[in-house]
């Protein structure tokens, strides 16, 4: 039988993500650290993903990328501890909570964070303490400021959509206030929702800016009950006008 292998980048909220669905469903995997960038890229689609973006997952010899196609993946080949609940009604709500996580609060974690280390980088390798890249760490540190101006770019992680996000970003909490209320996620059985929101909430936890705002919510307590340990920290480099919003 194949090694199982996820192949991931440091921080990487969705890579999180598939760790921890892989880890509830009792999924023996490797985990592959990998170079943000084009290098990366070009792995992966040697490989033969079809795609450039992590998550991607090796099981059992076939490729899955994406964290909302391993959830679904993972619960066709392992029904025991169902990622997705039986009722329909019920799994419908789950699957819109879960599209939500990845469409919308997932990229704006990204920009906040990508944008955030293009104004202090020198934090970058923090994301990366647990992790198994197979470059030298004084290296890793070179390609700091490389590494960011790229992925801002590729992020669209400039300041006006990042100031918009930080606008926005009040009523996203209370989205996931409601779906904690509303017992879509946050119960002692995970979900696919929980496990696509929660890393999300925990990497933008890693911003001395916004942690203050995150944890004392309940979208905070689900964070940190689902992912108490998440390796990175920002120090404050919003302009305070940036992060009134988030203060009312």
Same mark, same amino acid.
């Given at each position: 039988?194949?090694?199982n292998k996820?192949?991931?980048?440091?921080?990487?909220?969705?890579?999180?993500a598939?760790?921890?669905?892989?880890?509830?469903?009792?999924?023996?995997?490797?985990?592959?650290?990998?170079?943000?960038?084009p290098?990366?890229?070009?792995?992966?689609?040697?490989m033969?993903?079809?795609?450039?973006?992590?998550?991607?997952?090796?099981l059992?010899g076939?490729?899955?990328?994406?964290?909302?196609?391993i959830?679904?993946?993972?619960?066709?080949?392992? $029904?025991e !501890?169902? %990622?997705?609940p039986?009722?329909?009604?019920? &799994?419908? =709500?789950? @699957?819109?909570?879960?599209?939500?996580?990845?469409?919308?609060?997932q990229p704006?974690?990204?920009r906040?964070?990508?944008?955030?280390?293009?104004?202090?980088?020198?934090t970058?390798?923090t994301y990366?303490?647990?992790?198994?890249?197979p470059v030298?760490?004084?290296?890793?540190?070179?390609?700091a400021?490389?590494?960011?101006?790229?992925?801002?770019?590729?992020?669209?992680?400039?300041?006006?959509?990042?100031?918009r996000?930080l606008?926005?970003?009040?009523?996203?909490?209370?989205?996931?206030?409601?779906?904690?209320?509303?017992k879509v996620?946050?119960?002692?059985d995970?979900n696919?929702?929980?496990?696509q929101?929660? $890393?999300? !909430?925990? %990497?933008m936890?890693?911003?001395?800016?916004? &942690?203050? =705002?995150? @944890?004392s919510?309940?979208?905070?307590?689900?964070?940190?009950?689902?992912?108490?340990?998440?390796?990175?920290?920002?120090?404050?480099?919003?302009p305070?006008?940036?992060?009134?919003p988030?203060?009312?």
């Amino acid at each position: 039988m194949a090694e199982n292998k996820l192949y991931v980048i440091p921080g990487s909220h969705p890579s999180l993500a598939a760790s921890l669905m892989l880890e509830r469903k009792g999924v023996p995997f490797k985990r592959v650290d990998m170079i943000p960038g084009p290098i990366k890229q070009l792995q992966l689609r040697a490989m033969g993903f079809p795609g450039d973006t992590v998550p991607a997952l090796k099981l059992d010899g076939e490729k899955v990328q994406g964290s909302r196609e391993i959830s679904r993946e993972l619960d066709q080949r392992f $029904p025991e !501890l169902p %990622l997705f609940p039986p009722d329909a009604s019920d &799994r419908t =709500a789950v @699957e819109e909570a879960e599209r939500w996580g990845d469409e919308v609060l997932q990229p704006v974690a990204r920009r906040l964070i990508w944008n955030a280390q293009g104004r202090d980088h020198s934090t970058l390798t923090t994301y990366s303490e647990e992790a198994k890249l197979p470059v030298p760490g004084f290296l890793a540190s070179a390609l700091a400021g490389p590494t960011v101006a790229m992925a801002k770019r590729r992020n669209h992680a400039g300041d006006e959509t990042v100031r918009r996000d930080l606008a926005e970003l009040p009523a996203m909490l209370d989205r996931v206030d409601e779906l904690i209320k509303q017992k879509v996620i946050g119960s002692d059985d995970p979900n696919a929702a929980d496990y696509q929101i929660a $890393p999300s !909430l925990r %990497l933008m936890m890693t911003l001395d800016d916004l &942690r203050p =705002a995150i @944890e004392s919510r309940p979208a905070g307590e689900l964070a940190m009950r689902i992912l108490p340990h998440f390796p990175g920290r920002t120090p404050a480099v919003y302009p305070a006008d940036w992060l009134e919003p988030l203060r009312r």
